[in-house]
């Protein structure tokens, strides 16, 4: 099976600008999750789609969004870059089992978008 | 909020050592995954674990979950330079239902250097 991939890989913007990041998961997983990656924070938790809804958000303003088309890719957007928007943005995919369940939620990460800005 | 702490954060060892990696939480996590990324590249998942108490090896790899499933250690053997990198250990929550909803926590990560 392929794996996920994300494209671009790398990206470079100004403050102010947005932009907009894509992600295709392993053919067969529904979930797609988003984190950001910084030297300081570590990785942190965007937002988690499933099914093309959005079940789980972390702590992130606004202006970062995402959303899932029916074929499960993802894709999120961020407008009006900060310089603190300078990652790695990374999304996974996993394949939940069903509610209840003592699924273990594997995920399965691509390799990122390195996205800079100045 | 949960935490994971994960210690040490810095490893720099010879070829040959033994090491372990140690990821603690005062919550109680549903599952936890151990993975290790290279500079610039996504996490690459090396195992998970699921049950209290429950080991597993992967070659010179022993991953341990606690039995009240709030932490976690990685003990490599005889460490290798191919070794070298950023260890990630990372919680799924427990939300209702069973399932955490896409969202891992992240352990601040153990950068590993093994020289030859």
């Known amino acids: 099976k392929a794996g996920v991939t994300q494209t671009p890989r790398y990206l470079i913007k100004t403050r102010g600008q947005q932009v907009t990041l894509s992600c295709s998961p392993i053919?067969?997983?529904?979930?797609v999750s988003w984190y950001q990656q910084t030297p300081g924070q570590g990785l942190q938790f965007l937002f988690e789609?499933?099914?093309?809804?959005?079940?789980n958000k972390g702590n992130f303003p606004g202006r970062f969004s995402g959303r899932q088309f029916s074929n499960s890719r993802s894709e999120m957007n961020v407008s009006t870059l900060e310089l603190g928007d300078s990652a790695l943005y990374l999304c996974?995919?996993?394949?939940?089992?069903?509610?209840?369940?003592?699924?273990?939620?594997?995920?399965?990460f691509g390799p990122g978008t390195r996205l800079t800005v100045l | 909020t949960q935490l994971l702490e994960q210690s040490p954060q810095f490893l720099s060892i010879q070829e040959g050592e033994n090491l372990t990696v140690y990821c603690n939480s005062s919550?109680?996590?549903?599952?936890l995954q151990w993975y290790r990324q290279e500079p610039g590249e996504g996490p690459v998942l090396l195992v998970t674990?699921?049950?209290?108490?429950e080991v597993k090896k992967l070659k010179r790899l022993t991953f341990q979950f606690g039995d009240a499933r709030k932490d976690s250690s990685l003990h490599i053997t005889a460490a290798q330079p191919g070794d070298t990198g950023l260890y990630l250990c990372?919680?799924?929550?427990?939300?209702?239902?069973?399932?955490?909803?896409?969202?891992?926590?992240f352990g601040q990560g153990t950068i590993l250097t093994v020289h030859p």
């Open positions: 996974a995919s996993s394949s939940p089992g069903l509610a209840g369940s003592t699924s273990t939620d594997t995920q399965y």
């Open positions: 053919s067969g997983h529904r979930s």
């Open positions: 789609y499933f099914s093309e809804t959005q079940r």
């Open positions: 919550s109680v996590f549903s599952s």
């Open positions: 674990v699921v049950t209290g108490g």
């Open positions: 990372a919680g799924g929550s427990l939300v209702a239902g069973g399932t955490s909803y896409g969202k891992l926590t």
